[in-house]
């Protein structure tokens, strides 16, 4: 009986160490990491602007995405604010006010991830990172359920960058 799960173990471990071994030898972890998202060369394009991302390891390249979301929540935050107060109509007004609820939601995730990303928590960090996802989408889908209306576009830029920083740092996490 023990030689059955010794041989188990043994091809376990043997199979885990070639599949991170080819991982490591690829040598292109942000591609590795974007490939799973959505827009994978909108993901690549994000996180290769920091140069640090060429020689990161997959820790550091889920701070460095991690840090890189904080300006861009900040600066969508803030048009939302922008494009609430230069609004007369009442609908849009209305899909502001909520698109502005839900970024005051992703920036307060983020907070919490980095937070639970510091101490290796990382089943956290993929809920709140999933959290701030729905959160962005739902400010996108408000434009969606009143169709007359078309969501500004770099809102919806900036949204779609931010939703590729949130799958970037859940794949990293899972694979942490």
Do not use: W
Request: glycine share 4%.
């Amino acid at each position: 009986m023990a030689t059955p799960l010794i041989l188990t173990s043994f091809f376990t471990y043997a199979l885990l160490s070639i599949l991170f071994t080819s991982t490591l030898v690829k040598g292109d972890l942000v591609t590795d990491v974007c490939i799973k998202t959505s827009v994978p060369s909108l993901c690549e394009k994000l996180l290769r602007s920091d140069p640090h991302s060429k020689t990161a390891d997959l820790e550091t390249l889920g701070t460095i995405a991690l840090n890189m979301t904080t300006d861009l929540i900040k600066s969508t935050s803030t048009m939302v604010n922008s494009l609430l107060d230069k609004t007369t109509n009442a609908t849009l007004k209305e899909l502001y006010t909520l698109c502005s609820s839900f970024y005051t939601y992703v920036e307060y995730s983020r907070e919490i991830a980095i937070g639970y990303y510091g101490v290796k928590k990382y089943g956290q960090v993929i809920y709140f990172m999933t959290e701030s996802i729905g959160d962005v989408r739902s400010c996108d889908y408000g434009f969606v359920h009143k169709s007359v209306y078309e969501e500004d576009e770099k809102l919806r830029q900036a949204s779609l960058s931010l939703q590729q920083y949130f799958t970037a740092i859940i794949v990293i996490a899972i694979r942490l």
